[in-house]
Structures are given as C-alpha cells and as structure tokens.
C-alpha cells in the first residue's frame, strides 16, 4: 500500500519543501564561498607586507589592512554559511516530525531505507 500524506500538510509540507531546497542551495553557495575566502593568499602578501613595515608606518598599515580583509572574508562566509545550514536543519526537523527526510534535494519517507520511492510534495495523489 502507497503511503500518503494528510491533506491538511499539503500546504505546510510545499512551504517547508521550498524553503528547504532555497536554504539547501544557499548553504552549498555559502559553503563554496566560505573555501574559496579560507583559500585565498592574501595573508600572504600581508606577511610580506609585515617584513617590510619595519621601516615604514605606510607596510604596517598595508598589513594590517589585509590580514583585516583576510579575516573580513572569511568570518562573514562562516556566518552566512551558518545561517543557512541553521535554515536546512530547521526545516529537515519539521520534515523528521512528519516521518519524510531528506537525501540530497529528493524526499523520501524515513521507512523508505532503500530510497525506492521519492515523494513529489507536488503531486495531488500522494495525499488523502
């Protein structure tokens, strides 16, 4: 027997499946751009900038200012990068309450171990 969904979680459940895959694709951006900011060299060039501020106030600002872009960069990709992994758990919970998970962008029921049959929260025939 196919298992269905109350009527009256259709609209919560596409709700919650859109807000889901907006926080899951944010998160995937968020967390690119957090790797790209950490692997970014310019600590480096504020290192040389450092060996050369021994002799001039003008290098030691000029390091300064780019350890200061470094860290910039890489805390607001950390604190985006939180709040949208914040959202996607958010809305797996409300998922989990409603026994449906999650598995990339596709959901399943949590029974479902093999992830045979994906539930469109779209279709009019999953729900009674």
């Known amino acids: 027997m196919a298992r269905t969904i109350s ?3 259709k609209f919560d459940l596409q709700q919650n499946f859109r807000r889901y895959i ?4 944010l998160y995937l951006q968020y967390n690119e751009k957090f790797k790209t900011s950490k692997a970014s060299r310019v600590w480096i060039a504020a290192i040389v900038a450092v060996v050369f ?4 106030a003008y290098f030691m600002g000029v390091a300064s200012g ?7 960069r890489v805390i607001t990709a950390s604190m985006q990068k939180s709040n949208a ?5 958010s809305a ?3 998922f989990a309450a409603k026994g449906l ?3 990339g ?13 994906p539930i469109d929260p779209f279709d009019d025939a999953i729900y009674n």
Do not use: P
Request: aromatic letters at 20%.
């Open 66 to 72: 780019l350890f200061g872009l470094y860290f910039y």
């Open 105 to 117: 962008r596709v959901l399943y029921h949590t029974e479902d171990q093999m992830l045979e049959a």
């Open 7 to 9: 009527n009256d979680d």
């Open 92 to 94: 797996e919970r409300w």
């Open 53 to 56: 501020a021994m002799g001039s």
């Open 22 to 25: 907006k926080f899951h694709d």
């Open 85 to 89: 992994e914040e959202g996607r758990e």
């Open 101 to 103: 998970r999650f598995e």
